[in-house]
Antibody, heavy 116, light 109 residues
Framework: EVQLVESGGGLVKPGGSLRLLCAAS????????MNWVRQAPGKGLEWVSS????????YYADSVQGRFTISRDNAKNSLFLQMNSLRVEDTAVYYC?????????WGQGTRVTVSS | QTVVTQEPSLTVSPGGTVTLTCASS?????????PNWFQQKPGQAPRALIY???NNHPWTPARFSGSLLGDKAALTLSGVQPEDEAEYYC?????????FGGGTKLTVL
């Protein structure tokens, strides 16, 4: 059974940092691209970043470019999102999702709140 | 800034048929945008329904179908059930970048 479990969310002040983790199981992690997608309270889905299976290709939304860094550890079946210089508008539930010609399996999300 | 546009809301009667659309600010949506569709109910994570325009995931009910309709991607629900009331999102690929539509709130009434 494919499982994606996010962790690392929490309350942080503007300008602060957080590192999110997505633990994957139930599939061959190192053969799939992975995504981070977020959803602000009461708002729609926003794609944040993608990383290819070998980390060779990495993409970011303009809204997080230069502040967020996606990475993965295929030996530990783990996906990461390092978030720096956080802003109030980064407040959201962050989901990781496996990408197979589109995000097919999703985690339940981890909540990030940026507030003073 | 690329914008993907969906109908904000639609209403359908149980047993009816409804089509949701997904347009791109860059022009016509083609299969090369690999249109995906997702369903999200309150308090839940999104669930993938359709990938690459018209392919159903193994768990997607047969009443959901995807297509290209004119210059847009489309999601059609046939024989709508009360449990289909949800928010629906499309996703388009622009090379390595992905953009979600704003979502369509589907009411079954």
């Amino acid at each position: 059974e494919v499982q994606l479990v996010e962790s690392g969310g929490g309350l942080v002040k503007p300008g602060g940092s957080l590192r999110l983790l997505c633990a994957a199981s139930g599939f061959t992690f190192n053969t799939y691209n992975m995504n981070w997608v977020r959803q602000a309270p009461g708002k729609g889905l926003e794609w944040v970043s993608s990383i290819s299976s070998s980390s060779h290709y990495i993409y970011y939304a303009d809204s997080v470019q230069g502040r967020f860094t996606i990475s993965r550890d295929n030996a530990k079946n783990s996906l990461f999102l390092q978030m720096n210089s956080l802003r109030v508008e980064d407040t959201a539930v962050y989901y990781c999702a496996r990408d197979d010609v589109g995000p097919d399996y999703w985690g339940q999300g981890t909540r990030v709140t940026v507030s003073s | 800034q690329t914008v993907v546009t969906q109908e904000p809301s639609l209403t359908v009667s149980p047993g009816g048929t409804v089509t949701l659309t997904c347009a791109s600010s860059t022009g016509a949506v083609t299969s090369g945008f690999y249109p995906n569709w997702f369903q999200q109910k309150p308090g839940q994570a999104p669930r993938a329904l359709i990938y690459s325009t018209s392919n159903n995931h193994p768990w997607t009910p047969a009443r959901f179908s995807g297509s290209l309709l004119g210059d847009k991607a489309a999601l059609t629900l046939s024989g709508v059930q009360p449990e289909d009331e949800a928010e629906y999102y499309c996703l388009l690929y622009y090379g390595g970048v992905q953009v979600f539509g704003g979502g369509t709130k589907l009411t079954v009434l």
